[in-house]
């Protein structure tokens, strides 16, 4: 009797770069392995060697158009690092903003363009209409308050960045342009709304995520250390320490930025082009490490700001900490979301946030030199080499999705080894896969800026025979 | 109108910018402009026929290929948008070294029955199929994106920027007497001045227009993401000289001493246009 081999998903959708999945059948039909990968490649570690230091930021930042000012700001903390730089509160306060808008921007667009369809529509609902555009269409509201939410982000983008994709007022020693007064109260007005519609989006997404909790936790989940920044062990995006937490919640260890490439080791398999990260400490696999909304939330038992920390309690209080269900970070990352928008709002009432001096002069010199951010999928770590001329000699980027990849990888065997018993597929695999896959919001851009990613999911046999493209 | 949006190789930051639109978005989606094909918004698997394709991203791998030419047999009119789609872009930089040592030294096996084969460049979309309008820019800015797909919506011919970024910016050129050019971290910048009579390396005297020229605006030198202007579009080997010409012109440096200082950074202007370029022949299709 011959089963299936071989199942392929291609290309994931409502993802953000090309993925492809692979689910690898034995002879009794039942799942030996799956793979989710990426299919793009594009070779930044090689064609900026050498290049001048000063551009960089600016060519980095394409790495990926999504979290672009996430990589700005780690390329020109790691620039400053090196040169050893210390920058104004003023312009510290600025790129806090910065990145603020760069979790409003993205978050309002994962949570509203990507995961809603999934909870929106019943499980029968034709593919063709799960998505945004849909329930535009069904609820014209809906679409103009994601709108709204992720203008909220682009206008702090477009107003402190000076473009909203791949800004470039950030610069080693600070920030070219002071924010007017004016633009500070523009944004402060804006941001009672974005607050306002934050609020209602978490209350959709809890009350959506009640609904289907039983089916979430079947969803599986995947025990694995956890990994984040965190000042006096609150939630915090821009400075601070790293904190890792062991399998019980419990800080396994806590270190500076500069530290960072100690403790994370990388690997790669022959059959993707996104390398996977691992702690260096506990080895592969077991160093398996997850980063990101979830994390910032186990990492972290507080937030400075009102209504995310009740959120944070509530969350904890319901799913325990650590929280494992993979996907939770649909849910954290609304939490993520009230946090980006009352810390930006905060810094925006602050009036000295408008003072000029937000540059100081840089001494260009050789050395080593690490940038560590939260990017809205998690801790981001860029570590260059320049010479003393001011070239780069070598360069290490440690990215969220390739720290994440393993997780995400565990997950999907999980799922497939749920839904395929003796070659028997039961229907829903396909939509239950990519929601893990989704949960993670993983950035095949940014995992494999080296060549170019994409995501797909095909059936194998053992011998790797192709069996069946979904 | 049934609208495909596609990626290849590219960091979907054109998408991006598309969705940074506001208000505008919703009045395009509203309106005659329906998504139907999108990896990154929709679930549908299988590319269909459609009126519009809109395509970020340039062709990296012989999959890039492959997609391009499927998704320009099944659609109407098709839009390259942002500079790595007309130009490479930025990933065409690594067009400078060979894929395949690149993948040797990285990863020690690579299955190719799993992934793509790659090209041995990055090609922008122009070399493998036709295309009705070029939109650069990395990415093109939202008002931009959405101004010219309302046009090409309606059936209309979006209006096409011709001239430089210099037309877009404020400052003032006064030709000064520098005795050297600067980075753009070495000094600050006087507000009002043109930034290369102040000495710094900037790009807007070559670059398309339509951009409202955000970067000198802000204090930051033109990087040439739009790609060159009409007059440069097809004699690329003399924007060298060109620009050699403008500096030595606006800061009074000998254009012998601005040549030795750009040779120091053999990228400057070639940032997002290193890549090779077919049938590239339409310049009336640049928007």
Request: glycine letters at 6%; one cysteine or more.
């Amino acid at each position: 009797m011959s089963y299936k081999k071989e199942i392929t998903i291609s290309p994931t959708t409502r993802i953000e770069g090309h993925g492809k999945v692979t689910i690898v059948l034995d002879a009794f039909g039942n799942v030996s392995d799956a793979h989710f990968y990426a299919t793009e490649i594009r070779g930044f570690d090689y064609f900026l060697k050498e290049m001048e230091a000063e551009r960089l930021p600016f060519i980095i930042s394409r790495i990926c158009g999504v979290c672009s000012t996430a990589h700005v700001i780690a390329s020109v903390k790691a620039i400053e690092g090196v040169y050893g730089t210390e920058i104004t509160e003023t312009a510290r306060k600025l790129r806090e903003l910065l990145l603020m808008a760069q979790i409003i921007s993205n978050h309002s667009l994962v949570f509203f363009f990507l995961i809603l369809p999934d909870f929106w529509f019943s499980l029968e609902e034709e593919s063709s209409k799960r998505n945004i555009f849909q329930i535009m269409r069904e609820k014209p509201e809906i679409g103009k308050k994601a709108i709204a939410l992720r203008t909220f982000g682009t206008r702090i983008l477009d107003a402190v960045g000076k473009r909203e994709v791949h800004v470039v007022s950030v610069i080693p020693g600070g920030l070219i342009n002071p924010l007017k007064e004016r633009e500070r109260e523009e944004l402060l007005k804006m941001s009672e709304n974005a607050c306002a519609i934050t609020r209602e989006a978490l209350e959709l997404g809890k009350e959506l995520f009640e609904k289907n909790w039983a089916d979430f936790r079947k969803a599986g989940d995947c025990r694995t250390y956890y990994m984040a920044l965190t000042k006096d062990s609150a939630i915090e995006f821009y400075d601070s320490k790293i904190r890792i937490i062991n399998l019980e919640g419990e800080t396994m260890s806590e270190f500076a930025a500069q530290d960072y490439m100690e403790h994370i080791e990388e690997k790669s398999y022959e059959w993707t082009f996104a390398k996977f990260a691992y702690l260096k400490a506990l080895g592969w696999p077991k160093g398996i490490v997850q980063v990101g909304p979830t994390a910032r939330m186990n990492v972290n038992k507080r937030a400075t700001t009102e209504l995310a920390n009740k959120e944070l309690e509530e969350f904890k209080r319901r799913f325990g900490s650590p929280a494992y269900a993979t996907l939770l970070f649909d849910y954290a990352r609304l939490i993520d979301l009230m946090y980006a928008c009352e810390r930006a709002r905060e810094l925006l009432e602050d009036e000295g946030l408008t003072r000029t001096d937000t540059r100081v002069k840089v001494k260009p010199k050789g050395g080593r030199g690490i940038g560590v951010v939260e990017a809205p999928r998690g801790t981001l770590a860029h570590e260059y080499v320049l010479t003393r001329s001011g070239h780069l000699k070598n360069m290490r980027l440690i990215i969220p999705t390739q720290v994440n990849n393993a997780a995400i990888n565990v997950n999907v065997k999980d799922a497939a080894m749920e839904f395929i018993h003796y070659g028997e597929i039961k229907p829903g695999l396909l939509n239950r896969i990519e929601m893990v896959i989704r949960a993670y919001d993983p950035c095949i851009k940014c995992a494999t800026r080296r060549v170019n990613e994409d995501l797909r999911v095909e059936i194998t046999n053992s011998e790797g025979e192709l069996i069946r493209t979904l | 109108m049934k609208v495909n949006i596609i990626s290849l190789t590219c960091c979907a930051g054109c998408v991006s910018s598309f969705l940074n639109a506001g208000d505008a978005l919703l009045e395009i989606l509203s309106g005659d402009f329906e998504i139907v094909y999108s990896p990154t918004f929709v679930d549908l698997k299988e590319v269909p026929e459609v009126d519009l394709a809109i395509v970020e991203g340039g062709v990296r791998t012989e999959a890039d290929e492959k997609l391009i030419k499927e998704v320009r047999a099944k659609s109407r009119i098709l839009v390259a948008l942002g500079i790595c789609a007309t130009h490479g872009g930025i990933t065409s930089l690594g067009n400078i070294l060979s894929v395949k040592k690149l993948l040797e030294k990285e990863y020690f096996v690579l299955d190719t029955s799993k992934l793509p084969e790659l090209k041995d460049l990055m090609y922008p979309v122009c070399n493998f199929v036709d295309v009705d309008y070029y939109l650069p820019g990395c990415p093109p800015m939202p008002f931009l994106i959405v101004h010219s797909l309302k046009s090409i919506v309606s059936g209309k011919t979006p209006i096409r920027h011709q001239s430089v970024v210099c037309t877009e910016c404020y400052r003032k050129i006064i030709p000064a007497k520098l005795d050297r050019l600067y980075g753009i971290y070495e000094k600050e910048a006087d507000p009002q001045l043109c930034l290369v009579s102040q000495g710094f390396i900037c790009l807007g005297s070559l670059t398309r227009e339509g951009c409202g020229a955000p970067c000198p605006r802000a204090g930051f030198t033109c990087f040439g993401c739009r790609g060159p202007a009409d007059p440069l579009l097809y004699r690329s080997r003399d924007l060298y000289a060109f620009l050699v010409n403008v500096i030595s012109k606006r800061t009074g440096i000998s254009e012998s001493e601005v040549k030795k200082e750009l040779y120091r950074n053999p990228f400057i202007f070639h940032t997002f246009i290193f890549s090779k370029f077919e049938r590239f022949k339409a310049r009336e299709r640049v928007i």
